[in-house]
């Protein structure tokens, strides 16, 4: 089945969303044959659709029902298997070409983060948890390449070969270099380091940027409207990190302020702005280096809980959902979650401010 129905103020919808909240947005990487994105939800949902970006359509390809609500997903770089991490510890293998699903208990507690990633020696599959540990798979084996004590539980995970980042509930982010290893490379308190008041704060999402195609540092936002954009020390030098406030709504006088977590953030594979999705239900595109904003949507009709970028750099993706900030008493089960698509080519291009 397939969907056109193209919105000025949204872009065009992904037909047939799940019933609950999405917790993860994934395009297929751009090895694969086909241009998809999945879908993980609060449901047990995965979803995968294809995408023809030309004449805005997605076609709903296929759905797999899994025992337990899902946090994470990710492609493999063929495009023909889906990783999917649950609440209750397991990594669920759902090979597409055969539409089977193998469950693997990986973690003691709900498994945050889940990523594919491909290495000189062999592909990867890194996996960060509540039960204070992330680790490195080769899937073929029972046991990891190797596994990592955490500070604290983990609550957001990003990798871009050779930089993995872990953020922890207290705040820290763990880098790990995969080259030669993986090993700990870094750690930042962002306690220590924020130029804002950072109690209470938790790290949402997290997202691995380039510079020189290399990755080199990471940007991390808050249920607080910050955004922190760190580099690595030991990878670059000369660059300046930064705190930007987002996704907050003043008076007109600026006497008061309104604080809206910020859900999800990616960085855009060809320009590396950064996108940003909150729940003050609005997507914020910014330009990297700078406190500059590149463009701020209308506010839409449910909070955004997840976005992604497809690999070409063409595609933005987010999910219309709610996300709990305001309490179960604004929660309106009548209201269904969507997933809408926004061609961001130009958009998200630096040099253009709008």
């Not at 994105?37 to 997605?58: H, I, P």
């Not at 490195?136 to 604290?152: A, K, M």
């Not at 790290?203 to 954009?229: C, D, E, W």
């Amino acid at each position: 089945m397939s969907d056109h129905c193209y919105n000025f103020l949204k872009g065009f919808p992904a037909c047939e969303p799940p019933s609950d909240a999405v917790s993860a947005l994934e395009f297929t990487p751009k090895t694969a044959p086909f241009n998809g994105l999945c879908a993980a939800s609060w449901d047990q949902t995965v979803r995968v659709w294809e995408v023809d970006a030309n004449s805005e359509t997605t076609t709903a390809k296929c759905l797999q029902k899994l025992s337990a609500p899902l946090l994470d997903v990710s492609w493999n770089g063929d495009g023909n298997r889906i990783y999917a991490s649950d609440v209750d510890g397991s990594v669920y293998e759902w090979n597409l070409d055969t539409n089977n699903v193998s469950q693997k208990q990986f973690h003691l507690a709900g498994v945050r983060a889940c990523h594919w990633l491909w290495t000189p020696r062999s592909p990867l599959l890194m996996t960060a948890s509540w039960d204070k540990t992330v680790k490195f798979w080769d899937i073929r084996n029972p046991q990891p390449v190797v596994s990592f004590g955490l500070p604290e539980r983990c609550f957001a995970a990003d990798v871009l070969y050779p930089l993995a980042v872990v953020a922890c509930a207290d705040q820290n982010i763990i880098s790990y270099s995969l080259k030669n290893g993986p090993f700990e490379l870094s750690r930042e308190d962002l306690t220590k380091s924020s130029e804002h008041q950072t109690d209470g704060q938790q790290v949402r999402a997290i997202a691995v940027f380039q510079s020189n195609q290399r990755p080199t540092g990471y940007v991390a936002v808050t249920t607080k409207g910050l955004m922190h954009v760190r580099n690595i020390p030991d990878i670059t030098e000369n660059r300046k990190n930064y705190d930007l406030t987002c996704h907050r709504q003043y008076s007109s006088d600026d006497s008061s302020c309104d604080i809206y977590a910020v859900n999800d953030v990616r960085v855009h594979p060809i320009h590396q702005s950064i996108a940003t999705v909150g729940s003050d239900k609005k997507f914020n595109f910014w330009k990297k280096g700078e406190r500059c904003n590149i463009y701020s949507s209308a506010a839409m009709d449910q909070t955004i809980t997840k976005c992604a970028i497809s690999g070409d750099g063409q595609l933005f993706a987010y999910a219309l959902g709610y996300d709990w900030s305001m309490g179960h008493e604004h929660c309106d089960h009548k209201r269904k979650s969507e997933i809408f698509l926004y061609q961001c080519l130009e958009s998200m291009r630096p040099e253009v401010v709008r």
